[in-house]
Structure formats: structure tokens, C-alpha cells
């Protein structure tokens, strides 16, 4: 047969299609850079490279999801998220342990950092020193693309992080700025005197303001300040510098070759600094996201972007894309929002404050983009729940974070909670909170006090929130462990690497013990909270409304203590309904109906949902899908 479209053809077409999504924007933020022109012609050649580069195998993927821009979106995608040594040892470990992901019923798993880490503290991985190695604890850059071809097999697509805002103070290109290397001297931020980081920070956030005061750290081998954001060893680089693009841009392109299926873009809302600003989210960030995205559609186009900016309501939907970058930015974000609200439900048990925020601040559809649903992750929580939010609904907004935190540290009159402080802040109020699902949710504490019903509710709390992430719209992830309700892990602060982060508490390693008992069945809670995620995400997976791409209209309950959204699918809508109070609920089969429920089906228990005297009777910490 004869071949009608040569690989060179394709590449042209590629590069024309996307080509309006990337020069125009390096074009407007490094046009007035001396070296620009010889920039873009670097940029070509790294794009004709990479393509060059890419196996066939990649190239077919590549068609594959042009056919399929949507394959992200399926109701069967759901994600699990572990560090390879807390789970399996090491790489080569994780191809053993791949059957256990399949039988949950996985379909993407997220490798937390596995990249050359510097030695020490290196921020869970975050504190990368070279992005063309694998941590070689863990395994080589074949052994990673041997998971990578394992889990492909299996139908599993695969998400590894690229840490955009900084690097390891270890990294080569800060070992040459330090050197005093002509080319090196502007990829980072540096001063020679506190005159301008004193400017800066009149306006700047602390990320961790515990352990890592302020946003400089002076470096006595260059006598200068260094920007970093974080921690003292992370050095923000300057992408204001050409040349930090196109080099970030090669490290992305070369892990997108390596057959990564989605790169997660860490701490991306810090790239740009903007005097005078929290140097957060700026326009220019946009930008970058935008023409990083065409990079990656022109050479690697089966690989998507997963944007992780942990910030308020308003600002994490510009990261998919608005105005100009609609439908072109991160094809992903974590939805932070839903993550806090699901917590603060829960603690007071009311859902009024959830349904506000999601109804006022987010859309019902999002062009060509979703959700990273979550319940928890490897991170702490912030309460980022604005003053205007709170006092919509008549609560004060620093009275609310508060309590929250102190809900969920269990100093809170009743809580059910077992947590931890994180970067406590007296400056702002500002109180983070450490801890895994379970003991959030109250299992620990019911567990400790032996209080059978009390373990009963943090097994049902469990599900609901899992049950929420699921049907949501997005793809849900499944932090490790949390399948099997995993407590706290206090050994952390044995270890002097760790013991100044408690976000260390909610890290476990895997408990394989606890993984073949739930398998063989039993009563006990981490086998009901294990049969009960891995049967929502069959549910989930069998429900055609659950696609990302279907609307998702939030609905005002007559009861507060009743969150529901509807997904409003062609073929007729999806009523979700959960019940975060911890006593009996009824709704009106009057409001489902005119909600559009005709059926009473439940699609999560594939059953019927028995209604008596006009109501359907729910029980605390339910959840159902009404068809
Ligand atoms: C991201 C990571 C977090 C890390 C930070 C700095 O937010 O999730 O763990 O500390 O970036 O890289
Ligand atoms: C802040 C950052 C976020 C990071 C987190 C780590 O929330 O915005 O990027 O994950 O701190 O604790």
C-alpha cells in the first residue's frame, strides 16, 4: 500500500496546526530579547529532534489520541498516586505490583518524583538536580520506561512530575551560575543586596514560612540573594531568560519520549515575578503554559499537561486556560476547591458553604480540559476558603479556617479528627493541616477508642469523599494507602531528613499485609473502605455520564446537610447525592423529579432506591447516583 503521509508531512502538520499557539506568545514574552531570533531557530531544532527522536510505537499513541482528544476524559480513568520506594521498593518492584492497581480497577498512575534528586532533603523529590536521570535508589531511565511499557500493556497511562519553578541548588545549570558562567548567570533570580528582596517581599507569600522564612536565601559562594520560593535549596529559575524555556522545553520533550502519557506541572502559579505582586499567576505564566503546550502538541502529542496550582477558586480555572488560552492551556488542574470543601463538609457537617463555592466560581464545562479530582495527596491542606465565600453563606472567614484547622489537628471540642499542624503561620493566622484520609476522617481516633459505631462513620466518611471525587467530573486520584484506610505514620520524626515536615505523617509506606487481607475478604474497616473504592470505580467506570466532558451543575438542596450536583448528560441527567450529616436525611421525590429524576436507579449500587411517603430516606454519609 502506498504510504500517502511521510513522517515529514506529518511533523509540518503538526508544527502549522500549533503554530499560532507558540510564536506569537515567545514572541510577546522574550521578543525584545537580544538573542531572540537565535532562540527560535534553537527551539525548531530541539522540536525536529524530538520528533526524530520519537519511536514509532509513540508516533501510533500520537494518532491514536488525535482520534481520541478525549481519552482523558472516559469515566474508566481513575488514578493512583505513590512515591515508587514508599510502594514498591523500587521501579523494577512497581512492575510486580501492577496486578493490585488492575484488580482496583486503575487506570493512571502517578509516579511521584523519580527524577535525580539532590542528596539530603530533597522536598519528597521536588528538589531535582537532574532531569535526564532517575534517582538511582529507584531504579535507571530504562528500568522507568520498562514500568512505562508495563503499565501500557495493562492499559494504564502514566503521569511523572517536571518541577518548573525550580531546581536542586545542586543542579548543573546553579553549579555554573555559581561558577560564574556568563551563559548560567541569568537562570536564576539573584541580588547583590537585600534592597531589592526587600522590595519583593513587601508583597510575597511564605510557602513555608515555618521552616523556610522569606523567599531569598544568600549564597556565599556567589555573595548574592537567591530567589527560592520554597526551601533554601530550591532556587526559582528565571523564565523571564529565553534560555530557561527552551531548556525546560527539551527536558519536556525528552520525558514525553520516554512515553510519559502526562507531565505534572509542579508549583507552576510562581514562574513569573511581577514587582509589586504575590508573584503569583501573572499573566506571562499563562503565556508559558500556553506555548509549553503547543511544544509538546507539535513533537509529543500524546502527552497531556497536568497543572498543580494549589490556589483559590477563581484562580485555578485560569490554569485551563481562559480568554485567549481557552481550551489551550493545562488539559488538567487539581481541583483544590473541591478537595478543601469536601473536608469542611464534613467537619461541620453541612454542605452549604461546598454548594456556594462550586456554584458560584466554577463553570458547568470546560473546553477540552478537566479535573485532577482528589481527596487527599502528599501535600497538607489550606483552608483556602475566601472571607467574601464564607460570609456569603454567614460565616467569618478567619473564624472558619481556624476551626477548621483545629478540627482536623482533633483539638476541636469532638472532632473526630487525628491530624497535624503544618507551617503555622502567627504573621496571617494561616494553620495547614497534615494527615492521611483515614485519620482525618476519624478512623484512627474511633480505632484507638475502640467506639464501633464511630469506626462505622469514618469507613462510610471515607467512601462518601471517594464517592465525590469520583462523580465529580475529572479524573479522581487515589492517594497510596488510602484504599486500604491507612492511619498516620508518626516514624518521621525519627528521621532528621523528614522530621521538620509533617506532611512525612501522611506519607505511609504501603502495607502489603494489609493489601492480601483486604483481598481475601473480612469485615474490618480497611476491608470495607478497600471493597467499597474499588466498587465505585467499577460503578464509575460503567456510568456513561460520569465523562469528564458532561456538565456538572451543582443543585441547591432543601437541606443543607445534602450536597448534590447533576450531570447533565445528553441521554438524560445523573443526580448525585451525598449526605454529610451523621443522622438520617430525607429528600423529596418531588425535588428529584423535577431535577429530572425518573427512575430511582441508583447507579453506584446498580439497584433500586426504595422512596416511602414522597421521600428517599438517607443515611448518614450517603451517596447515591440517581438516574
Ligand atoms: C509542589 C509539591 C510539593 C512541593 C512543592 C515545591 O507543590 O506538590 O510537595 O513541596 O511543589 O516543589
Ligand atoms: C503551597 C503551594 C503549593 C504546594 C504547597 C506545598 O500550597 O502553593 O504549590 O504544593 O504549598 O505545601
Known amino acids: 500500500m502506498a504510504t500517502f503521509v511521510t513522517d515529514d508531512d506529518l511533523f509540518a502538520m503538526r508544527m502549522d496546526r500549533s503554530a499560532d499557539d507558540?510564536?506569537?506568545?515567545?514572541?510577546?514574552?522574550?521578543?525584545?530579547?537580544?538573542?531572540?531570533?537565535?532562540?527560535?531557530?534553537?527551539?525548531?531544532?530541539?522540536?525536529?529532534?524530538?520528533w526524530g527522536a520519537r519511536s514509532g510505537r509513540l508516533k501510533r499513541r500520537d494518532l491514536e489520541r488525535d482520534l481520541q482528544p478525549d481519552w482523558f476524559q472516559r469515566p474508566g480513568m481513575c488514578g493512583y498516586v505513590f512515591y515508587v520506594d514508599l510502594f514498591a521498593g523500587d521501579l523494577r518492584g512497581v512492575v510486580d505490583r501492577l496486578d493490585y492497581l488492575v484488580d482496583l480497577g486503575i487506570t493512571y498512575v502517578h509516579?511521584?518524583?523519580?527524577?535525580?534528586?539532590?542528596?539530603?532533603?530533597?522536598?519528597?523529590?521536588?528538589?531535582?538536580?537532574?532531569y535526564r536521570r532517575v534517582d538511582p535508589r529507584l531504579g535507571t531511565m530504562d528500568d522507568l520506561e520498562a514500568v512505562i511499557e508495563a503499565c501500557h500493556d495493562r492499559g494504564i497511562v502514566v503521569c511523572l512530575d517536571m518541577v518548573?519553578?525550580?531546581?536542586?541548588?545542586?543542579?548543573?545549570?546553579?553549579?555554573?551560575?555559581?561558577?560564574?558562567?556568563?551563559?548560567?548567570?541569568?537562570?536564576?533570580?539573584?541580588?547583590?543586596?537585600?534592597?531589592?528582596?526587600?522590595?519583593?517581599?513587601?508583597?510575597?507569600?511564605?510557602?513555608?514560612?515555618?521552616?523556610a522564612p522569606g523567599n531569598f536565601t544568600w549564597c556565599p559562594v556567589m555573595e548574592r540573594w537567591v530567589w527560592t520560593?520554597?526551601?533554601?535549596?530550591?532556587?526559582?529559575?528565571?523564565?523571564?531568560?529565553?534560555?530557561?524555556?527552551?531548556?525546560?522545553?527539551?527536558?519536556?520533550?525528552?520525558?514525553?519520549?520516554?512515553?510519559?502519557?502526562?507531565?505534572?506541572?509542579?508549583?507552576?502559579?510562581?514562574?513569573?515575578?511581577?514587582?509589586?505582586?504575590?508573584?503569583?499567576?501573572?499573566?506571562?505564566?499563562?503565556?508559558?503554559l500556553h506555548a509549553l503546550r503547543a511544544v509538546g502538541r507539535i513533537a509529543t502529542p500524546a502527552t497531556i499537561h497536568l497543572e498543580e496550582a494549589i490556589v483559590g477558586p477563581a484562580e485555578m480555572l485560569t490554569y485551563l486556560g481562559q480568554g485567549a488560552h481557552a481550551g489551550r492551556e493545562g488539559n488538567l488542574a487539581y481541583h483544590n476547591?473541591?478537595?478543601?470543601?469536601?473536608?469542611?463538609?464534613?467537619?461541620?457537617r453541612d454542605a452549604g458553604l461546598m454548594t456556594h463555592v462550586l456554584d458560584t466560581h466554577f463553570p458547568v464545562a470546560l473546553p477540552n480540559a478537566t479535573y485532577a479530582t482528589y481527596l487527599r495527596c502528599h501535600d497538607d491542606i489550606g483552608w483556602a476558603v475566601t472571607d467574601e465565600d464564607a460570609s456569603a453563606v454567614g460565616l467569618g472567614g478567619a473564624a472558619h479556617r481556624a476551626f477548621l484547622s483545629d478540627f482536623y489537628d482533633g483539638t476541636f471540642p469532638g472532632s473526630f479528627a487525628r491530624g497535624a499542624l503544618f507551617q503555622e503561620n502567627p504573621a496571617t493566622g494561616d494553620k495547614r493541616i497534615s494527615g492521611t484520609t483515614a485519620s482525618l476522617a476519624g478512623l484512627e481516633r474511633a480505632l484507638a477508642e475502640g467506639d464501633a459505631d464511630a469506626i462505622d462513620q469514618a469507613v462510610h466518611r471515607i467512601v462518601m469523599g471517594h464517592a465525590i471525587i469520583a462523580s465529580f467530573g475529572g479524573i479522581p486520584l487515589i492517594y497510596m494507602g488510602d484504599e486500604l484506610a491507612l492511619t498516620n505514620d508518626y516514624d518521621y520524626r525519627d528521621d532528621p531528613t523528614k522530621a521538620h515536615d509533617s506532611r512525612w505523617l501522611h506519607r505511609p509506606a504501603m502495607v502489603w499485609d494489609a493489601a492480601?487481607?483486604?483481598?481475601?475478604?473480612?469485615?474490618?474497616?480497611?476491608?470495607?473502605?478497600?471493597?467499597?473504592?474499588?466498587?465505585?470505580?467499577?460503578?464509575?467506570?460503567?456510568?456513561?455520564?460520569?465523562?469528564?466532558?458532561v456538565p456538572c451543575v451543582i443543585l441547591h438542596p432543601p437541606d443543607a446537610a445534602l450536597f448534590a450536583f447533576k450531570r447533565d448528560a445528553p441521554t438524560g441527567p445523573l443526580i448525585c447525592l451525598f449526605n454529610v450529616a451523621d443522622g438520617w436525611r430525607g429528600v423529596s421525590t418531588e425535588w428529584l423529579s423535577a431535577n429530572g429524576v425518573t427512575a430511582f436507579h441508583d447507579a453506584l449500587s446498580d439497584g433500586a432506591v426504595a422512596h416511602a411517603d414522597g421521600h428517599v430516606h438517607l443515611p448518614p454519609q450517603a451517596r447515591i447516583w440517581l438516574r
Not at 509516579?111 to 537532574?130: I, Q
Not at 476547591?337 to 461541620?348: C, D, F, G
Request: glycine share 6%; hydrophobic share 45%.
Open 22 to 50: 507558540l510564536w506569537p506568545w515567545l514572541e510577546r514574552l522574550y521578543g525584545d530579547h537580544p538573542g531572540f531570533d537565535a532562540f527560535v531557530a534553537e527551539l525548531r531544532s530541539a522540536l525536529a529532534d524530538a
Open 516 to 549: 492480601v487481607a483486604v483481598g481475601s475478604g473480612g469485615n474490618g474497616p480497611a476491608a470495607r473502605v478497600f471493597a467499597g473504592i474499588r466498587h465505585l470505580i467499577a460503578r464509575r467506570a460503567a456510568t456513561r455520564e460520569l465523562d469528564g466532558s
Open 164 to 211: 518548573l519553578n525550580h531546581t536542586a541548588r545542586e543542579h548543573d545549570w546553579a553549579v555554573r551560575a555559581r561558577e560564574g558562567q556568563d551563559a548560567y548567570a541569568d537562570f536564576y533570580h539573584t541580588f547583590p543586596d537585600r534592597t531589592d528582596p526587600d522590595r519583593w517581599e513587601a508583597t510575597l507569600d511564605e510557602v513555608f514560612p515555618d521552616t
Open 337 to 348: 476547591s473541591l478537595m478543601v470543601q469536601i473536608w469542611s463538609a464534613m467537619a461541620t
Open 229 to 288: 520560593t520554597f526551601n533554601a535549596h530550591q532556587w526559582d529559575l528565571n523564565w523571564s531568560n529565553p534560555q530557561v524555556f527552551l531548556e525546560m522545553a527539551r527536558v519536556m520533550l525528552f520525558l514525553a519520549n520516554r512515553g510519559v502519557d502526562v507531565l505534572r506541572f509542579d508549583a507552576v502559579a510562581f514562574l513569573w515575578k511581577r514587582l509589586g505582586t504575590r508573584c503569583q499567576s501573572e499573566p506571562e505564566v499563562h503565556m508559558i
Open 111 to 130: 509516579l511521584m518524583p523519580c527524577l535525580m534528586p539532590r542528596d539530603g532533603d530533597a522536598d519528597g523529590g521536588y528538589s531535582v538536580r537532574d
